[in-house]
Nanobody, 122 residues
Framework: QVQLVESGGGLVQPGGSLRLSCAAS??????LGWFRQLPEQEREFVAA????????TYADSVKGRFTVSRDNAGYTVALQMNSLKPEDTAIYYC?????????????????WGVGTQVTVSS
């Protein structure tokens, strides 16, 4: 049974940091990614990382502030979020793709977690 389970969301003040984690199980995954979504808005790409962890890609809006990483076994992916802004507030989703080609398009991801809420507010 394939499962992606996110953790680490919460409330943080502007300028603060949070670390999200996603535990993937049930099969071998290649690309792991993070997306975020606000109510009544489309899911937005945040970051993605290859199977080996050697290749990463980021949305321009988070570049330089967020860092995606992956453990050696390849089943846990983390998103370190620094210098958080109110506009980073969203539900963050972990996603897995059965291809090692990095993609920013939700349609190319095969499995999704249920999401974790991140709220940036003073």
């Amino acid at each position: 049974q394939v499962q992606l389970v996110e953790s680490g969301g919460g409330l943080v003040q502007p300028g603060g940091s949070l670390r999200l984690s996603c535990a993937a199980s049930g099969r071998t995954f290649y690309t792991l990614g993070w997306f975020r979504q606000l109510p009544e808005q489309e899911r937005e790409f945040v970051a993605a990382i290859s199977r080996s962890g050697g290749r990463t890609t980021y949305a321009d809006s988070v570049k330089g502030r967020f860092t995606v990483s992956r453990d050696n076994a390849g089943y846990t992916v983390a998103l370190q979020m620094n210098s958080l802004k109110p506009e980073d507030t969203a539900i963050y989703y972990c996603a897995a793709r059965l291809s090692d080609i990095l993609s920013s398009e939700p349609i190319w991801y095969n499995y999704w977690g249920v999401g974790t809420q991140v709220t940036v507010s003073s």
